[in-house]
């Protein structure tokens, strides 16, 4: 599909008209509002939702001049249908005109990408992450237990744990080292203090658009439905207090204290040409977990880690999220027919994306093998977890016949614990 | 403290001048709103703000016309003290006459408790729950793996995991019995299907009030200061399901379902006096941890079943706040020094409160140790796990020389579950 817009036609950019993920950026100093990325720059929707361009309100409520879109993702899927029609009309190069040929208002409302800052586009209501990637499962039973077997439920549950909405921020948002306790393997007593073993963990996150009732199952058919999009997902991962806390409740701050999303929505309706079957199922699932479509998709990942002061990023892994055992919707439909509502602005984490060559590992704890094997960086440092001042980033885009459809970059630094406890 | 309003100065009443707990109600079709419960009275201080009788924001904005006390809450104890003085100063026997001289203004600002309808006091930001009763980790432990031994984490971590916050409801509200997977011990392969080990588990409930920033450790002080006050928390529990689920990564669907609170939120400011000391230390806790002053409170807690359709409930356990390892401060400051941000609003679940005698046991998993000691109820019947139709009950007060600060009862009744997929 061909825009106005130039750059949005380019083999290389992230945001062809094919895609249209849906952020929240500033410019200066105004609130932040809704925009759409084509090419290299932002669509103010809010802007066009004002000049009447774009109306998705009955009664003409504002649904894009907030700092979030939660609103327009639990106004449901005929609105989400409607809006992407809308924009691809008024983007196309053979489309409405009326904002193509429209100077003063192009003007106004196309902005550059470069001169944005991005916020988080949704508000979380809650944030579940899940562990769904066998590959990973089986390495951190190698690397923990001393074997690659599966927990015994594995194979039948899509196991999630609630994780914690408040700390989960958008791409460019530094994270302090987290302090916590952990006790070495022949320490007799535990100690506090910065994580040594600070990690990452290579993720796509799934965001809920409609609500479900408490107390009423669902399908993953219904699951897969009220999924709105998804964007990149890194789940920071303290090691060494995640390894003494975590038996018998699981895992708490030692992954508490920050997950960073890339900025951009990317919606299910984009990645529809991208669907790819679940793998094969080694055991069969029960009946309420099966799936009547392809429920991953064919998304291309990478991981890159920059130390400070360091001229360029070194790739550390690359994988795709095709290599999951359940999908979002399995997972959606897991977690909800049990009874709990769901709602728009719910965020679940895929789990570990790892491949089955060391290069498709997705956190540094397997591609160190929990810091046994140090791997080297293109600036010549050798690396086991992540020290201070490194930048970690991930990448994904479902690729196309000439075109990708991005999602931006995921991107946080690690500064120093922050140490001091204020007097009160 | 005496007060005008003859029914709070009883001493069976759980509602005395000195307790002044907050609530949100209704009393027919119009919007909830702000209540404080006094004798068997409530006082609609939504209206008294309106009328200027109470003014806590500087601009005039309602913090008490709202359907939640969150804005009183987040704006920090000194907002907090000033309304629970003026609060005592309107309702004393010898304070401000402006109400109680005003008959007609009298019976427009108190509504009589048994017309009320109690809805959730404060929307829950998100939703933590501990596992701090040491006597309840031995029963688990000698039930589910053999050993009473605690796990090896236990005596330095307040441990907690992430709950459900969308689940979290209020007093009254019906539940349903959950849809999940599990497996019987001597199953091949589990099976999915309503709960059949549905349990509760009592617990307090503390509620963060004012905010910590992201990266920024707290301390005890600080935490115990954040918490605005407690309520009671039943954490119901799907023994079955949790039991397949919970290994590695914790419980997820087994508590997903329901939680379900008090009406009521007692301020830590009138639950002062009950103050008392966390047990001797069996292991000497890190110094991040440890408490400058008594942070558990002297609670009598009781818990009572009653069978669809019998005319009595039967009381089942009997046991007190005090019996808690670690404080909700304790636990609080261990969620925050990581640097997550707690927000007003976060609910801490205590865990299970029991006590060293069979009578003391906070949940039915202890009480029939595992389904396999029925007991018997006050009509005779029997029971291990929660039958449909059954209502459970917690209830909690603090006792002081004359009267007590009570929680209003914390009840639910379990309803069959839902087992219809409806379709798309």
């Known amino acids: 599909m061909k825009s106005w817009v130039e750059s949005a036609n380019s083999a290389d950019t992230q ?8 952020g929240v950026f500033t410019t200066g100093d105004e609130d932040p509002r809704c925009g759409v990325a ?63 040929d429209d100077a003063a208002m192009r003007a106004r409302a196309l902005v550059p990408l470069a001169d944005a800052e991005m916020h988080m586009p949704f508000v979380v ?8 990637g066998k590959q990973h499962a089986q390495n951190m039973g190698a690397i923990l237990r001393g074997s690659p077997d599966l927990p015994a439920n594995w194979l039948h549950i899509p196991i999630g744990y609630n994780g914690r909405a408040s700390s989960v921020v958008v791409s460019g948002t530094d994270i302090h080292r987290p302090l916590g306790q952990s006790k070495a393997p022949d320490a007799e007593v535990p100690s506090f203090g910065p994580c040594k073993r600070l990690d990452i963990e290579l993720e796509m996150g799934a965001i809920v658009g409609t609500s479900s009732e408490m107390g009423q199952p669902i399908t993953v058919d219904q699951a897969d439905d009220m999924i709105f999009g998804y964007v990149l997902l890194n789940d920071w991962s303290a090691r060494d207090i995640q390894g003494w806390e975590y038996q018998p409740l699981g895992p708490f701050q030692g992954k508490a204290f920050g997950t960073t999303i ?155 614990a922050i140490t001091n406890f204020p007097a009160k």
């Open 15 to 22: 945001f062809p008209l094919n895609n249209l993920p849906y």
């Open 38 to 100: 084509i090419g290299d720059m932002i669509l103010d929707v809010a802007y066009l939702e004002e000049e009447g361009v774009i109306a998705l309100d009955e009664d003409g409520d504002p649904m894009l001049d907030l700092p979030f879109w939660n609103e327009v993702m639990e106004a449901g899927r005929e609105t989400w249908d409607a809006l992407r029609a809308r924009l691809i009309d008024l983007l196309a190069e053979d489309g409405d005109a009326v904002l193509r």
């Open 125 to 132: 209501s809650e944030y579940t992450d899940f562990y769904a």
């Open 262 to 416: 890339s900025p951009w929505i990317v919606t299910s309706a984009a990645l529809a040409p991208f669907r790819t079957e679940t793998p094969a199922r080694d055991k069969e699932l029960l009946p309420y977990l099966t799936e009547s479509k392809p429920g991953l998709y064919d998304i291309a990942l990478e991981v890159t880690m920059q130390p400070e002061g360091a001229d360029k990023a070194t790739t550390v892994a690359q994988t795709n999220y095709s290599r999951m055992y359940y999908s979002a919707a399995q997972q959606l439909c897991h977690h909800a027919v049990g009874g709990v509502p769901m709602n728009g602005g719910d965020l679940l984490g895929s789990g570990t994306i790892s491949g089955p060559s060391k290069s498709e590992y997705g956190s540094l704890m397997e591609l160190s093998w929990a810091g046994r094997e140090p791997f080297t960086l293109d600036t010549g440092e050798t690396r086991t977890f992540i020290e201070d001042g490194d930048t970690l980033t991930l990448k994904g885009a479902a690729k196309g016949d000439g075109y990708q459809i991005g999602f931006g970059d995921c991107e946080g630094k690690i500064l120093p």
